[in-house]
Each structure stands twice: as C-alpha cells, then as structure tokens.
C-alpha cells in the first residue's frame, strides 16, 4: 500500500513538474525586461494553446527583421475582445514584450499591441494578460 501510494505521489509530481515547465515563460523570455518594435504584420496566428503575431521590422541600415510575437490562447483573447479578424497582414503595429533568451530569435512574449490607424490596443482594460 505505502509503495501505490508512493508511486502515485511521484507521477503526480512529475505531471505537475512538466506542466509547470510548460508555462514557465521564465525559461523562454526575460520578464523583467521590456522590448518595443515597430513594423508591419505579415502573419497573424488565432490559434490554441498559444496565438503569434508575426512583424516585419526595417532597421536603420535598412534590413528587414522578423519578429515572432508569442501571445495567448485564441479562447482567452477571444473573452478579450480579439478575433482572427482583428489584425490582417500589412497592418502597421507597435508591439512592446519581454525579449527571448536567445536574441538572435527574434522572440517576444506579448505585453501590448496597438495600431496607430483606429487606435485599437491591447490590453484595453485593466488586468488583460495572459498566461
């Protein structure tokens, strides 16, 4: 009995030991830091678990830079107001996320989104995150 029940305590550690890890954005993503760019959306991504927001950003000595912005599930920016119909490629974007780990990705976790042409944002009310 002590040895099921053993057994049964360590699966359920390991289970939530690889969930954790799952959505431990602290392994992929500086938290405590923040990045802006500014560029024009070629690829939108509404998907589950994880939707991308994908920008094209032209640096000074005039190369193009894709960025691919990591955002939430497609329900819970739906319960946000964003559908897959809410940003369209050759939208221009200034999105501000926690940089990746590993620069040369070209990674962010999304904070905020807007588009200077209507003014929509994201968050547009207090508390919109995701995890």
Known sequence: ?????LMLVLAGGLVAGVAYAHHSFAATYF???TVKVEGELVQF???NPHSFVHVEVKEKDGSVT???IEWGAGGQLGRQGVSRDTLKAGDHVIVTGNPGRTPEDHRLRMVSISRPSDGFKWPNAAGQTFD
């Open 1 to 5: 009995m002590k040895q099921k029940l």
């Open 31 to 33: 938290e405590d830091k």
């Open 45 to 47: 991504l509404y998907r």
């Open 66 to 68: 894709r960025w691919a």
